[in-house]
């Protein structure tokens, strides 16, 4: 007998490994060392393997009968029984097949490492109990929309789901999962929720390792009926998973920025074809792609309760770059914010960027520094000693910019482009209010995000990136900014203006509920007007229609599918005879390349090539002769 296995620790060569299960026999049962017998291997259990030269634990997740043609190790002592059931594991490999990814980081991101060390015994309270099975209903409408702000009907919509699922079988326990974009939102979320349901128990990877590793034997045996968690909580082995939520879709961080690219929305709905289940979509934007992929089900669009009760003004930045302000901030917002600072109000200023400036740039050959780990442009930052730096965004690598005053190249002098939070917190020092900048910088570590509400509560005006969007309503706040609303647009990319609209929308959900007197005013600076985005920047209707249209025409997702495949090597020449081939093969099939990018990497002394295609759902032939190519790659849906 054979055991197939989803190692915890993904492996460089399958995704899915085979080990030998030994017959039981007398001398092998006696010692420590000794393996399994056949009858005690059943998919779901977790084991030992040896992977290398280490230890490995996985996840069994098929029994062969037939030796495969290969040499196989024998595998391991049984650790843990029954953890995951066979329709879990089901799930894991389809979001994994789907995703171009390996079960085994899927896995690895959905158990974090404080229980994957444990030895899986269940040491808590809870009594480990058989699986429900799962009782098969034919569900109407199993996938529902309800967008609008939480200060609408949406919020009701959550409520009465949960309720629904949890109280619609008095003797069986059902879980309801809630899955959140980042931990910010979910724990704000919480502390409303939770005069709602006493029964709630909270999974990320935020959480001590304590509380981890009892919500982790809750959940699996079904000690708790509501759970809110981030994206990959949806791999986790529930009791008896019975309805997903997927709160505030058009939140960027349901979508993966790095490996495995991954997106929460077609995650839960693999899941909820699979198990059955209903899933329940709220937002107050919505995403473009699972908006038209469910535009048969039930939207339901909720007005604001004070929508009447907020001004919106357009500024042209072009106007006032005319009138010689070449300051980020137009005259109109920095005459509202010295109101609102007047009146005791809170300003909200959102800029998607850290750091001083974005990057710099040589005035003559316009030359940038690029970073020796990733090829991109360093951006430019203030350090704690209030020293100006280059450094590199992906990784923490940082370096003087003394050496860069002047271009390496011709001498001529660096220019700086760009502002981000530290420019625009340096231009408002002169107004003598109290500044919080939120951003990864400010707020990077676990314990400075928890003290985050008590700073915000404090502050006069808040300059943040994205992550301050899932921060969620804040008292006292009368004023928000949006510097530069299209900041993504000269990297041209067909979600820009979706982009750019699901911030818009997340941001007013920063207004909390006001006094019947109170206005708000909501201030978006652009230098493009007249997109349509801001014409239709009240009316979802109108931005779905206009830009559902404009990507049939212009055959652009989801109307096709968008994909990347990355691959190196260590010369260029050998990086482009790949390209050469990539291309040849994506000829054949009728795919629209996009882009091709070839980055080199100084660190690793590789070149790393980028192809990004759109392709009318052909990609899984490309995949197939791709994997027939003696290439190196990986690749995602963008
Ligand atoms: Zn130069």
Known sequence: MFAEVVPFRPSGFANILTYKIKENSAETAETAESVESVESVEVGDIAEIAMGEKREKCIIVNILDTEPDFKTKNLGKIIAKNIYSPQDIKNICDIAEYFFTSPSHIVKKAIPANIRNTN????????????????????????????????????????????????????????????????????????????????ICVFHSGVSKKKQIEAFWKIKTGNVQIIFGTQYSLCLPFFSLSGIIVYEFAHGSHKAKFSPYTNTMQSAEIIANNNNIPLLYTSCAGDIATIYRNKNTTISRHEKIYSSQQNLHIVDMKMEHQNKNFSPLSGIAMQKIKNAIAQKKKTIIYINRKGVSHYIQCSNCGDSPVSQYTGSKMNVFKNEKNQIVLRCSAMAYAQSIEKHDFCAHC???????????????????????????????????????????????????????????????????????????????????????????????????????????????????????QLQLIENIKS???????????????????????????????????????????????????????????????????????????????????MQKLSELSIKYTVRRC
Not at 553 to 565: G, K, M
Not at 569 to 582: C, G, M, R, S
């Open 120 to 199: 899986f015994i269940n040491t808590t309270e809870f009594v480990n109990q058989k699986k429900n099975p799962i009782v098969s209903k034919e569900i109407k409408n199993r996938i529902q929309i309800s967008l609008g702000s939480v200060y609408s009907k949406r919020s009701t919509d959550e409520v009465e789901f949960i309720k629904k699922i949890i109280h619609d079988e008095k003797h069986t326990t059902q879980q309801v999962l809630v899955v959140f974009p980042d931990s910010i939102t979910l724990e704000q979320t919480f502390l409303k929720y939770k005069k709602l349901f006493s029964d």
């Open 411 to 529: 001498s001529a002098k660096m220019e700086k482009v760009g502002v981000g939070t530290q420019g625009i917190e340096e231009l408002l020092y002169p107004l003598g209010a109290k500044i919080l900048r939120i951003d990864g910088d400010s707020f990077h570590t676990k314990t400075a995000q928890k003290k985050m509400m008590q700073e915000i509560e404090k502050a006069d005006i808040i300059i943040g990136t994205q992550m301050m969007l899932s921060v969620g309503s804040i008292p006292d706040c009368s004023l928000i900014v949006d510097i530069l609303f299209e900041n993504n647009l000269h990297f041209f990319s067909f979600t820009t203006e979706e982009t750019a609209w699901g911030q818009i929308q997340l941001l007013q959900e920063m207004f909390e509920r006001p006094d019947s007197s109170h206005h708000l005013e909501y201030i978006v600076q652009t230098f493009e007007p």
């Open 540 to 622: 979802f209707e109108n931005f779905y229609a206009s830009e559902i249209l404009s990507r049939k025409i212009l055959q652009y997702p989801p109307f096709v599918e968008y994909i990347e495949i990355e691959c190196s090597a260590k010369t260029e020449e050998k990086v482009k005879k790949h390209i050469d081939i990539i291309l040849h093969l994506l000829q054949g099939n009728e795919s629209r390349v996009d882009a091709v990018e070839v980055k080199k990497v100084p660190h690793l002394q590789v070149f790393i090539a980028s192809i990004r295609f759109f392709t009318q759902k052909g990609e899984k032939n490309i």
